[in-house]
């Protein structure tokens, strides 16, 4: 029907914002480097040993929920080969698979780190094929695009912006002067870096978000890891459409190259669903500092009000309660000797 009061638009001036589904808990089993895969299925079967208990009260933690509700957990693994590939996934995956299940576990979603950043980076070997390619999205820099930088009282716009540098902070940076206090003649002396919003004291971080020029970004550990936990808490879109959605894997056999695996694989066809309202990482101690520069970063992500409000209208709809930041979504373990 059409009269006096019809309203005419384009649909492609109404984007449609990919809604997905969500667990109540995204629980990460581990993160391991290649070097670690290297040392043999012991060192998986220790990692597992160590990581069980922390699974069961990560679990026993969720809620409160309604009554009659039972709690969605999907758990997942993050293999890196980005950095490095020392492996082939038909070489690696199985025996990671059989040291979960020996210590009782279940991964059912597997990814791959290189797909929070796009085309593997250049170097000898396995780990520069593909390098170079732009025939996709890169995560990491429509993240990087979202970074809106929180700025410290009294800045003065002195310093680029993260854009140019490759570093975001927590606070103010300690001025450059290099002058000492003897021989500068206006009296001003050296001023120590500060925490924006410090409770008593100043914990500042400055982090690296990727080494190399544009063309050839090398992006950090830190930064990837950001992403990571976007992915997980159901955030990103590109134009709209869902990121990283997780592909099924039939196969009984993993291929023997990194590229021909999907960036994250749904391995446990029953799992509950990849993304959830709220993550927990249990990690190596090694990781901490990482996850510290995590946090320091989603603080200053800008996420899209649609995806923020798919969120709080499904979890309203269930009754459960998700914290209005984004970083407060994120929870972390990090068991001593794993």
Known sequence: MSGPGTVFRETSAQPRTESVPYSHLSLELGHLYMEDFVEGPDRLR????????????????????????????????LIDDYFSRLSTPAELVPPLLEAAAESGLTIDYLARESGCAGPAPAGPGPAGQGAGRRDRAVLAEAVLHRL???????????????????????????????????????????????????RGHSVFMDVELWSGPEEERLWSCAFLASVWQLVRLGLLRDNGQAVLTPAAWDDKAFPADWDALPPVVRLNPLAPPFTAYATCSILPARFLPVEHAVRVVLDQVHVEEEALRQVAERSAGEGVAVPAGVVDRTSYVFPPGL
Do not use: K, Q
């Open 46 to 77: 220790r990692h597992f040993a160590a990581v069980r208990p922390w699974v069961d009260a990560a679990r026993a933690g969720v809620g409160p929920l309604p009554a009659g509700r039972r709690p969605r957990i999907s758990t997942c693994f």
């Open 148 to 198: 809106v930088e929180s700025p410290p009282p009294g800045s003065n716009g002195f310093r680029p912006p993260v854009s140019r540098t490759g570093w975001l902070t927590n606070g103010r940076r300690a001025p450059s002067r290099r002058t000492s206090a003897a021989l500068d003649a206006t009296g001003a002396v050296w001023e120590p870096p500060s925490e924006t919003g410090a």
